[in-house]
């Protein structure tokens, strides 16, 4: 995976996470360490209320809410992060023919150091269809493996209380070049997924080890039939 995984639309989502789904590995396999074996997370003060399964309500992230368009989407990272409308960059995906609307916000997650806030208008809809956060050296040259680890474990933990559809849960995945931390939807099948990406070494004691170089969020409105281009069936 690259560095910009986070532009990745839903179609792209809905393999990975059926490749996770279906992957046999086991996580007894894969250590979530960062460098070092001592390494450890800091889980958030007060363990958070867990919800009842099925209670889980996605609708977009913040302000942002699936369905607005652009320029109502652009209110609301205004109004969610203070932020003038000149700090929102926007460009489009060639392949998908969907547009981002994309913005660099610090301590998105408290502690967490500077995220990357993406907006991807549908194909069609021109309508708001998924938001994707990222945590790198990229969006912050700050950023270490040990931060990435933390912001991941914070996250999950507040995941795994939501209240997701239970047969929809998966958690501490490992998947190609990373981890899926979270996976989860609601019942109006609105996604959550949590990804921590990284290299893999292998350990004296023969387990692999996960480097991370980013965490990547995604909230989807329809990861099984996402709003983007298609080549019409026949065509080629």
Known sequence: MSQNLWRLCGSCLAALALAAASSGSALSQTKRQPIAPEATATSPAGAPNIMAPGSANVEGF?????????????MAIEHDFNLKGSAIKEQPNLAERTTVLSVNVSELLPGGGVANVSYVLGYESKRLIQVSISWSKTTDERMTPEQLFTNSTVLRENFLAEGFEPNTIASNMPISNGILDFRGSDAKGHTVMLILQGTMTEGQDKQKILQPTALLLFYVADAKAPDIYHLPPGSF
């Not at 913040?62 to 109502?72: T, V």
């Open 62 to 74: 913040r302000s942002a809410k699936f369905g607005m368009n652009a320029e109502q989407v652009r």
